[in-house]
């Protein structure tokens, strides 16, 4: 992955809560954690990284793309959980979705949801899916391929255990970093055959 700019968004922060856990968990410390986590892993790779916010504080959804369009980025990743609605069982839905809108963006959201089914598959943890969606971050990305993932439902509680564990939290960075890896490779076998 050298020479790469990855950039990483993670969803919410401040006064943005995002959803709320099973017991408690707010989205937008999931979110950070999991980027400060991917942000070591993707260096030891080689990447260069860079996070659209390093502390618990507000970002417009502008100032995220924006940044990262200014500061060059390759490939845009913004980082979230998902929860239901407060009407719906949360013990019904887990799983990690990922959401892209434009072509330039759907090799990385179709190798993502395949390294995070293939990595969570032996904790019997469903693939939620693969979304072309309309979100303010995947349309206005225009630059750049890019994807929102959701990696899990932090309403459920099996869901929201992997945001508090190391060994939840590696596998889920884990599947990013096979993500890009496997994705790099199939768009361009002979620049990225050796990382
Ligand atoms: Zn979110």
Not at 11 to 27: F, R
Not at 152 to 177: A, K, M, N, W, Y
Request: charged share 20%; hydrophobic share 40%; proline share 4%.
């Amino acid at each position: 992955m050298a020479g790469l700019h990855i950039w990483l968004d993670p969803g919410h922060g401040g006064a943005s809560n995002g959803a709320l856990g099973a017991t408690g968990l707010a989205e937008r410390e999931a979110n950070l954690r999991l980027a400060l986590a991917l942000e070591k892993r993707l260096q030891a790779l080689g990447a260069t990284v860079s996070l659209g916010r390093r502390t618990d504080k507000a970002v417009s959804l502008e100032d995220r793309i924006e940044e990262a369009l200014e500061n060059h980025a390759d490939l845009f990743l913004s980082l979230h959980c998902n929860a239901v609605a407060d009407t719906t069982d949360p013990l019904s839905v887990r799983g990690p979705s990922v959401h892209y809108y434009h072509g330039l963006s759907q090799w990385l959201a179709e190798s993502l949801t395949a390294s995070l089914a293939a990595n969570l598959k032996s904790l019997d943890i469903p693939n939620y899916g693969l979304v072309r969606n309309n979100l303010f971050v995947t349309r206005e990305s225009i630059w750049f391929p890019a994807a929102l993932v959701e990696f899990c439902f932090i309403s459920h509680p099996g869901d929201e255990e992997l945001l508090v564990s190391d060994e939840g939290i590696h596998r889920l960075t884990q599947s990013v970093v096979d993500g890009l890896q496997m994705g790099l490779l199939q768009r361009d076998p002979e620049t990225n055959a050796k990382e």
